[in-house]
Every structure is written in C-alpha cells, then in structure tokens.
C-alpha cells in the first residue's frame, strides 16, 4: 500500500494527558499537512509543512499542540494535556512536488481521539 | 479568505434516481474546487476535481461536477445512484498559492431501496 498511513487508528485517553499520532505521508511527497475533524464537520486546517519546514499554522493549533516533521519524511502531532474538546478525528494529508496531482491532498484513514 | 457553504447537510434519495449536492463557495481570486467522499470511520477520497479547462467534470463511481464561475458554485451530480454511494460528501476549495484546503460542512447522502 502506497497511500498515507496514520497510527494508530484510534486513541482513548484520560483527561491531562499527553498523546502522540504518526503521520506517513506518500514516498517523495514534500508537502504534509493536518486537519482535525469533529462530529457532523467538514475537516479544519491545522498546520501544513514543506519538507522539514513548518510553514503554517492554524490559530485552531494552541500552545498545547505542537506538529513535527523531524527529517521532511514522516510527522508527528503531539497533544498535551488533553482535554475532553480535543476528541476528533486527526486527518493527514500530503501532496507531491510536481505533475498533475501538483493541487491536489492524498488523505490517510484518520486517527480518531476520544478523551475520556 | 475562501469560504465553502454546502446547502444540504443530508439528502435522502431512492436507489437508482438522479442526485445533485450543492455546493457554492466565495473566494476574492481563482479557485481550485474539488468533491470529496468520506465513508464511516474513513479518510477522504478524492471524487473529482477542477483545475482549469472544461467546466464539466467527470470523477470516479459515475460523479461529475460543473464548475459555474458567474454563480461561484460547484454541484455534484450522479445520474443513477447505488446503495454504496451512502456516504458523506465534501466540498473544498484551494486557491493554490495557499497550502490548505478550506472545507464544507458536507452533504450526508443516504440511499435507500
């Protein structure tokens, strides 16, 4: 399977906690970006990088989240102290560099938080 | 900014008859429009999409949407549908020289026999 990978699937977690979520994006994409997804709403931007580079970031993304993307490959979103509002689906997306699917995001199936 | 408002939040349809989810959206410079569906506990997959050219544009699973500039929307079409289409649609724009896709609230579809 080539497309974007998420892990895990889901998470269930107590109030204050921290929580990790892994994006893998498609091989030689260089954009990623984030969304997050709650009950009965269409997806919201989060934060968006071009390789290693953290270019922008929602005013949705407070203190207590903070994105990664160590080595322009794989990227990682880290919650911390969780709070029951922060429950939603986290959505990856990615897009290549170039050619035809320049415009377009390839999604991966989404990390479902619950926070208990 | 871009904004995506999608009319209908469910549409309830026979199997085999002609659907239409609306979509309009607003933007100050040119947009890149796109349809996607979301099955339960899935990601997004890409329908269709408007770049340039054509304004009639044909996706996966028998959709098409028509792009009309003078009324700034972006309806989604199927002339027969299944069962399997029960699912939720999305409507994003893009205007490329930002990185995020704005979205629409969606369109939950449900066919029935």
């Known amino acids: 399977d080539t497309g974007v990978s998420q892990n895990p699937r889901h998470k269930i977690t107590k109030r204050g906690q921290n929580v990790t979520f892994r994006c893998d994006p498609i091989?030689?994409?260089?954009?990623l970006y984030w969304y997050r997804q709650t009950l009965g709403q269409g997806p919201e931007f989060l934060t968006y990088?071009?390789?290693?580079?953290?270019?922008?970031k929602s005013r949705l993304l407070s203190d207590r989240f903070s994105a990664e993307r160590p080595k322009g490959s794989f990227s990682t979103l880290e919650i911390q102290r969780t709070e029951q509002g922060d429950s939603a689906m986290y959505l990856c997306?990615?897009?290549?560099?170039?050619?035809?699917?320049?415009?377009?995001?390839?999604f991966g199936p989404g990390t479902r938080l619950t926070v208990l | 900014a871009q904004s995506v408002t999608q009319l209908d939040s469910q549409v309830p349809v026979f199997e085999e008859a002609p659907v239409e989810l609306r979509c309009n959206y607003s933007?100050?410079?040119?947009?890149?429009l796109f349809w996607y569906v979301q099955y339960p506990n899935q990601g997004l997959q890409l329908l269709l999409k408007y770049l340039s050219g054509s304004t009639l544009v044909k996706g996966i699973n028998g959709f098409e949407a028509e792009f009309n500039k003078s009324q700034t929307s972006f309806h989604l079409r199927k002339p027969s549908v299944h069962i399997s289409d029960t699912a939720e649609y999305f409507c994003a724009v893009h205007t490329g020289t930002a990185s995020k896709l704005t979205f629409g609230t969606g369109t939950r579809l449900q066919v029935t026999l």
């Open positions: 091989s030689e994409h260089n954009r």
């Open positions: 933007s100050s410079v040119s947009v890149y």
């Open positions: 990088f071009q390789n290693e580079a953290q270019l922008e």
């Open positions: 997306a990615s897009s290549p560099p170039r050619g035809g699917d320049y415009n377009e995001q390839f």
